[in-house]
């Protein structure tokens, strides 16, 4: 009676096998892309830039529109790179690349503040006008930062791995 049924059970199973087509097999969804960028930070005093998101463990290449960077540290969360404004580009896409794939490239903005500062300085001879311009660069990813990105571990950025933060009014100092 067991070997009747398994028989049956069995030849049951070959038939909806063989009667399935080929083309109708559903195939399993494909692994999340190994380099993926999440968000870009830069540390403007070390000139080097933070990329955030998944890469293999395996070191790669990281280029700015086309532009090789030189790799500081490579890990699967963070890749830390030189990106100084002394190169021909200091701004545009940002891809990284393995030997089996490359991310989606990811935009690092530059926004470039003009500070002008006038002031008369009155005297005998008449009045001379003082004029201070600055010139202020500020790189970054101009997005939001992701929830799972945990940018202030990088200690370079924050000192002593906190941030003091001073104002004065009034004669009263808040630290």
Same mark, same amino acid.
């Given at each position: 009676?067991?070997?009747?049924? #398994? ?42 830039? &933070?990329?955030?998101?998944? #890469? ?80 202020? #660069? ?36 808040? &630290?």
């Amino acid at each position: 009676m067991k070997n009747t049924l #398994f028989v049956a059970l069995s030849t049951l199973i070959l038939l909806c096998l063989s009667a399935c087509e080929k083309d109708k097999i559903i195939d399993p969804p494909p692994p999340p892309p190994t380099n993926r960028i999440d968000y870009l930070l830069v540390d403007e005093w070390n000139a080097q830039l &933070l990329i955030y998101g998944k #890469f293999p463990d395996t070191k790669g290449s990281v280029t700015i529109d086309n532009e090789q960077l030189s790799i500081k540290t490579w890990s699967g969360p963070l890749i830390i790179c030189d990106v100084p404004y002394t190169n021909a580009v200091d701004y545009g896409d940002i891809v990284v690349h393995s030997s089996d794939t490359k991310s989606a490239p990811r935009r690092l903005y530059k926004w470039t503040i003009d500070v002008v500062s006038k002031r008369p300085h009155v005297g005998l001879g008449g009045t001379i006008m003082e004029e201070a311009v600055c010139q202020v #660069f500020i790189r970054g990813d101009a997005k939001a930062v992701p929830t799972h990105v945990f940018t202030a571990g990088y200690d370079e950025l924050f000192p002593g791995w906190y941030c003091k933060i001073q104002c004065r009014w009034n004669d009263w100092l808040f &630290l």
